[in-house]
Structures are given as C-alpha cells and as structure tokens.
C-alpha cells in the first residue's frame, strides 16, 4: 500500500468502517452460509459494524466465501474476486473453504479457497460461528487500519 | 413481445448442487414457459463414501446439507442399522426423534423468515431468525455444535439428554410456542400475506403426485404423506404425527403447513419429553455390516429423504445414493412458475425451502426484441417483487405492527 | 400385503422364481433382469400392482455388467425396487421419462458417472452432474475409476498403463 491522499484516506476510513460484503457459496452444504446470513440477525447483527451483504462484486471490498470449492465453481470464484476493485479482502468461511474439508479428496472438489484465489483471513469450524465470523472481518479491519498508520507514518 | 429471463439458481442443494438456472419466457410480466436448467455443483460424495468405513461416511453424510444434517444422518444410520439386524435402544430412539423435530423447528423457522425477506417483511425475518437462536441454543447444549450436530453414531446416540436439558428444552419451547401464535395468525389472518401469496405458484395435487414433489410442497396439495406416519421410524411409532395438510396448493399453502408443522413439532416434542424412556443410549454395532441392500426413507423438513444403501459384508459400504428432499420438489418447479408473474418468482422458488443460498445469483434478461441483455441480481430481482406488489397496493411491510414487540 | 406382491409376482412371471428378495416388510428388491425380462415387469408393477410412485433410480457397476435400481412405492410404505442390467460393453437403457418426467437427472446421472447410454431422453438436456470439460469416457463411480489418477488441474484421468 503506498501512501494516500487526503480523499483516499477519507475512503480508506469510510471502508474500513463499513465494509461492504459479498457473500459466494463455492460448493458448501450450506452450514457455514446460513450462519453467514445469521449474522446479520439481531444477536449478532454485522449491520452495526456498517457491513452491508452486496449482490455484486463489483461494490463489494471482501469476498466472504464457504465451501469446498468444486471443480464447477472454480471459475466463477476466480472471476468474482477479479471483478472486486481494490482494495479486497477475501475470507474462507468455514473448513471446506480453508482447506476442503472432509471432502477434499472428493473427484469434483478443488480443495480450499486458497487453490484458486488469495485467501487473507481462514475461519474454521464446521460451521463456522457467527461470532468467529464477526471477529475475523473486525480483526482484519483492525490489521489493515495498522499497516496503513504505519505507511502514512 | 417476450423476453427471456434467464434465472440462474445458486449452489443450495445436498448432494450436489450448484448453480442452476431457470429459463423463463415473459410475456409482458407473465411467465409463460419455464424450464429448469441444470447445472451442480457436484462434490463427489457417493464415490468418496466407497473408500471410507461406515463410521467415516457418517460424517460426510452428515455434510451433504447443512440445515438438515441430522436427517441425513439418521436416514444413513437406519439404513446400516437395518442391514446390520441391529435394533438401537428406544432411549436413543427417542434422543433421534428430539434432535429431529428440533431441527425442523430451526428449519421452518429459517424458511419463514427467509420468505418473510423475499416479500420485503423483514421484520418477520428478523423475529424469526432470532426465535430459531433459541432452538440453535438447544441443539448446541444436546449436541455440541449448532449446526451439524453429530448427535447420533452407529447403534444410538453419543450424549444423553440430562433432567436439566430437559427442562431447557421445555423452557424454550414455551417461548417458541408463544411466538409461533403470531406467526399463525399472520399466515391465517392477514389478508395482506394471503393476497401475496395466494394463489401463487400453484403444484395441484394430480401435479404433486406426477412431479414427485415432496414434504410442505406435497402437503399444501393436499397430498396427506409423511414419511414419520406411513413408515414410523425411531420413536414415531409410539410419538404419532398428525400429517398437516392444506388445500391450497399454492404458496399460501405451502406457508400454512409450515407454521401448523411448528406446532406440531411442539406437541411431538412435549410428548417425547414427557415419555423418555430410561436405558441405554447405544446398541454395539458391528465393523463389518452383512451383505445386503436396503432403502431408508425420513422425514426431513423439506420432505422425503431417500437413502440406498448396499453393503458387502467388509467395513467399506459397496454403494450409497441419497436423494434429497429439494430434488424432488425442483422438478415441478416450471409448472410452478407458469402464469404467474415474474414478480412471483423469487417467493415460489423460495417457497420450495431450497436449501439455502440462493440469493447470490444474477439474472440475464435477454429482450428478444431489442436483442439487448441485462444483468439482474437476485436482489434486484426481489426488489422488483416488493416495488411491483406494492404498486398494487400490497405491502407485506406493512404487517410489521402486527407482531408484537418483543 | 408384500405376500400378494410376491405372488402375483411370480404367477405372473415364472421367471422370477427365486429372484425376489424381501429385505423386510415393505422392502422388495428383485435380482437384476435382462431387458427382455424387465420392462413386463416393470410395467406390471405400475399398472396392476399399483407402484405407480418413483422416487429415485441407483446406478451400480457390478463388474461385467452394470444394473439400474428403480425405486418405486405404492405412495406409502411399500416399495418394490425392479433391476435392469446390462453388458458393460454396450450398456444401452431405455429411459423412463414417458412414465415419469421426473427422471431426468437421476438418469443424466447414469450417463455421466457410470457411462450408460439412455435413449429416450427428452433433446437439449445438459450433462449432469460432471463439469464442463470433464474428458470423455472416465465415469468417477465406476469401480476400477480411482479419484488418484485424476488430475484436477486439467481435468484428465491417467490410470497406470498396467491396468
């Protein structure tokens, strides 16, 4: 990241407050998704973080993406991430998405995220928890807020 | 003048799914043809399960569906328990049967409130999501987990039920019960949903019964089957269901036998509660299952769950095929969407309780006219539900002052 | 009820004698038939016996031949499971789609995953469930097919050259 200007900084700030989200099922039972989506319901409730769910990448600064990726989605999950402007932020969701999980040796399976795209955060679980997800996107704003003061600095 | 709306369907279903997509043909707003277009998102698993021991294949059956893992599970447990001439002690047949009617609670109450967000009640999405946070508190205090929540294990169960989860079940179930009163009078009282999703992706009962379809789809039809009344299995036998049937036959319908399937779900879980059996809570189960083949058949809450299971007398299983309830709904899904408008699509695919995730898609509109393409998203798509119904005066929003503060 | 199945079964078709095997109560299989044998009683089951429900179809390679299970019920809790086989050589079926439209993926699923040619489907259906790409002829649940030797990167099988 090189240093900013003024605006950039006000646009950097006002994404890392309010990251806007879209959310791809790569190949998953649907376990880590339902608590991807629960996490937009009142207990857990990303919205007042700013987290808006996108219908498309092109608005969208983090890819949040569950399962094990198949050898039919693997396209599609490259061309998602390349249609996402920079700066993104792509989390695997889940233990099919970091690794495949128990189906990685399957015949129509990828393996991870990873296989196919950059991966910045891995939250396992099988599923994963709303709060590991919560805590995952908080944890990688908190990340990139430090290595931008550092570079500004 | 048509257009082709091309909807393509996300990756929601067990065994195998990926995006599909819907070809359907406008005119004007109406659709006029629909076809279902196929493409899945295939893992591999029947073949996977042919190098594991049984034991191993629980845990990918398991994972076949994430809302409904304690249906595949036990359907794939039956299937070896049978072949194995191994009968589970009905302690453990009750402790099935608790987790079963738990988890079709946090699943209908997942499906009302994903209804409620396709027809812009999301108020309804949110009291419904947070009553199911209830259940999901249940399942993960017997099980250990909120989703997949390994409950059982070859001959039984791995944990038992104490007196003090008992009476948290019963607390929560209370509380369930109370909120479900609200939803019943909306799906029963509201002249607003019924004008939503009244007469809205009709299946009649001849269509159910030629197209297959399954579960509250076959049930709102009139079709009066239900696998846990036709072919009792763990505890059913002793805890009767009342098969809950509408005649509506239409979304509606379909609404309807979802929440009165909550009540009963209720009921059937107060009495399964209330006559517990003491013992033990898993039978020895062989290694290797005898040679044999076998089909076992649950009742999953979005419909019948089929499992076939063939063994060869080693601890590796020579053949499994599991058809999943949503399959067998996706193919009345054409004669669903025809004559209704294009408005209506979201809400009549939502209203077969697909398995989740179907909502990341874009739709290509191609205007065979002006032979231009537009992509919609499935948002955009459900926007234009709400803004056209609304147009009409029907505003399921609206509705918002009729659930109770909570 | 399964005793009346059974023995109309066989007053029927003598050739079943010995080829029906009750799992348990409502739980019919009959061992694998020839396509000859088959469709009479494929047919029986559904007109005069009243199986006029399905519910899925198997797909099983057994070796030198390979059969096709369909699974159909009377609406409740019967189900009456008839096999077809065939040579693995030429392992051509006729479709069930003019019986039941709700098929075709189960029998895109033959095509694909065990090689079988089914006639009868309707035009224009999809390969189902394999990827685009996917090289001809290698069907994953085949039982010599081994996950090991095939390459996810360019999707191409290369079993040892000993096999």
């Avoid at chain 2, 196929?38 to 990918?60: F, M, P």
């Avoid at chain 2, 508190?137 to 104490?162: C, E, K, Q, S």
């Avoid at chain 2, 805890?239 to 979802?258: E, L, S």
């Amino acid at each position: 990241m090189a240093k900013r200007n003024i605006i950039e900084k006000a646009i950097d700030w006002s994404r890392r407050k309010s990251p806007w989200i879209i959310h791809f099922n790569a190949g998953a039972c649907n376990g880590c998704d339902i608590e991807v989506v629960d996490a937009l319901t009142p207990r857990y409730d990303v919205e007042r973080f700013g987290m808006l769910l996108k219908g498309t990448p092109r608005h969208a600064d983090v890819l949040v993406c569950t399962g094990a990726v198949t050898l039919q989605t693997r396209d599609r999950l490259k061309r998602i991430y390349e249609q996402m402007p920079e700066p993104k932020f792509v989390l695997a969701v889940g233990t099919c998405a970091c690794s495949g999980g128990i189906f990685e040796d399957c015949y129509c399976v990828s393996g991870g995220m990873d296989t196919v795209v950059p991966v910045s955060a891995y939250i396992p679980g099988c599923a994963a928890r709303p709060e590991a997800i919560l805590d995952a996107v908080v944890k990688l704003l908190t990340s990139l807020e430090k290595s931008q003061k550092a570079i500004d600095n | 003048m048509s257009k082709r709306v091309v909807i393509p369907i996300g990756p929601q279903h067990p065994a195998l799914k990926e995006p599909g997509s819907f070809i359907i043909t406008l005119e004007g707003e109406k659709v006029v043809g629909a076809q279902v277009e196929v493409g899945y998102n295939h893992r591999g698993i029947e073949k996977a399960c042919e190098s594991r021991t049984y034991i191993q294949n629980l845990y990918i059956i398991e994972r076949v569906c994430g809302i409904c893992s304690h249906a595949h599970s036990t359907a794939y447990l039956q299937a070896i328990e049978e072949l194995a001439g191994v009968a589970i002690p009905r302690r453990a047949a009750y402790i099935r049967s608790i987790m079963g009617e738990l988890e079709r609670l946090h699943s209908h109450l997942l499906w009302l409130g994903v209804a409620g967000h396709e027809i812009g009640f999301d108020t309804l999405f949110m009291y419904a999501w947070r009553d199911r946070e209830l259940v999901l508190d249940v399942l993960a205090m017997l099980g250990g987990n909120r989703v997949n929540y390994g409950i059982n294990t070859p001959g039984g169960v791995r944990r038992d039920i104490d007196p003090e989860h008992i009476q948290k079940i019963r607390d929560m179930v209370d509380i369930v019960e109370e909120r479900n009163k609200y939803y019943i009078n909306l799906a029963l009282g509201e002249t607003t949903l019924h004008a939503r999703l009244g007469g809205v992706g009709r299946l009649s009962h001849e269509e159910v019964i030629k197209f297959g379809a399954v579960g509250p789809v076959a049930r709102a039809a009139g079709v009066a089957f239900d696998v846990r009344q036709a072919e009792p299995y763990a505890a059913y036998d002793e805890a009767q269901v009342k098969v809950i049937t509408d005649d509506h036959a239409d979304v509606f319908g379909r609404t309807v036998v979802r929440v009165l399937e909550i009540m009963e779900s209720i009921r059937l879980l107060r009495f399964l509660l209330d006559n517990l059996p003491e013992g033990e809570i898993i039978t020895k189960m062989p290694r290797r299952i005898p040679a044999g083949e076998t089909v076992s058949r649950y009742e999953a809450p979005r419909g019948e769950d089929v499992h076939y299971v063939c063994a060869n007398g080693t601890d590796i299983l020579e053949r499994i095929r599991v058809r999943a309830p949503t399959e067998a709904n996706w193919h009345g899904m054409s004669h669903m969407l025809e004559n209704d408008y294009l408005a209506d699509v979201s809400i009549i695919i939502a209203a077969i309780d697909p398995c989740y995730s179907c909502t990341d898609r874009s739709i290509v509109i191609d205007n065979r006219d002006s032979g231009q393409q537009t992509i919609f998203d499935w948002k955009q798509l459900r926007q234009y539900s709400i803004d056209w119904y609304r147009n009409r005066g029907v505003d399921p929003a609206k509705l918002a002052n009729r659930l109770p503060r909570l | 009820m399964t005793d009346n199945v059974q023995g109309s079964l066989l007053a029927k078709f003598p050739y079943l004698e010995s080829k029906i095997k009750e799992q348990r109560q409502g739980r019919i299989f009959l061992d694998p038939l020839q396509k000859e044998q088959f469709w009479p009683v494929f047919d029986y089951i559904i007109d005069e016996l009243g199986y006029k429900d399905f519910h899925m179809l198997v797909g099983r390679d057994s070796g030198e031949t390979m059969h096709v299970i369909y699974l159909l019920t009377d609406g409740g809790a019967n189900m009456l499971c008839p096999k077809l086989e065939v040579e693995k050589e030429n392992p051509v079926i006729r479709s069930i789609y003019s019986r039941f439209s709700n098929c075709t993926w189960h029998e895109l699923e033959l095509v694909d995953l065990l090689g079988f040619v089914v006639e009868g489907l309707p035009e224009g259906l999809p390969n189902y469930p394999l990827p685009d790409g996917w090289p001809k002829g290698s069907h994953p649940l085949r039982k010599d097919w081994k996950v090991e030797y095939f390459n996810k990167e360019t999707l191409t099988y290369n079993p040892p050259s000993d096999i």
